[in-house]
């Protein structure tokens, strides 16, 4: 109940904040009309801000990010990491090699959204390799599709693909797999 309360307490500030922040970044920039004879020209004179609005809009972002982060850890999305005793102290999960790699498919799967999370289940579910060919019957998805989809995990580091046959096999990462070169 007060972790609601903070985060609801912490959006109405982020909010808050951020408006402040917008309000003072948009100011209307002051014009001078011109007139020459029949004409008439427009002339934006450059707007600059005083220090009390400089200080304004430097607390304002920092409450604004400060509260997002907030919001962040609230909700999981940011997870601190525990300190790791040295290799001296007493550590009964040193050996432990299944909580060692500390279910880091979970995590990336949390990362993911969409197409790119559906692909890499298939992938877990799999054992952490596939064929392509049977990945694109999988997902139901175009040949295409799934290519720029295992492109873009490729780029990140999440897949590795390998020429098998006519077509490629797709596997996780070493990293992921908890595995060493």
């Known amino acids: 109940m007060k972790s609601k309360i903070r985060t609801t307490v912490t959006i109405g500030i982020f909010i808050i904040s951020s408006i402040v922040v917008i309000n003072v970044l948009l100011v209307n920039t002051p014009v001078v009309i011109q007139i020459e004879g029949d004409a008439f020209k427009i002339v934006d004179i450059p707007y600059k801000y005083t220090i009390n609005e400089a200080y304004l809009l430097l607390s304002s972002a920092f409450l604004c990010g400060f509260c997002l982060a907030l919001i962040l850890l609230d909700n999981g999305i940011f997870q601190t990491i525990p300190h790791e005793p040295e290799s001296g102290e007493n550590n009964p999960l040193e050996n432990s090699q299944g909580l060692e790699k500390r279910d880091i498919s979970g995590i990336i799967l949390k990362a993911l959204t969409g197409d790119e999370r559906k692909t890499v289940e298939i992938i877990l ?10 990945l694109v019957n ?11 989809i295992l492109i873009n995990l490729e780029k990140r580091g999440i897949v590795k693909k390998s020429k ?8 996780l990462a070493d990293d992921i797999r908890g595995e060493t070169k």
């Open 164 to 171: 098998y046959g006519l077509t490629n096999c797709i596997s």
């Open 138 to 148: 999988s997902l139901d998805f175009s040949k295409a599709k799934v290519s720029r």
């Open 125 to 134: 579910n799999k054992g952490g390799r596939i064929l392509q060919n049977e």
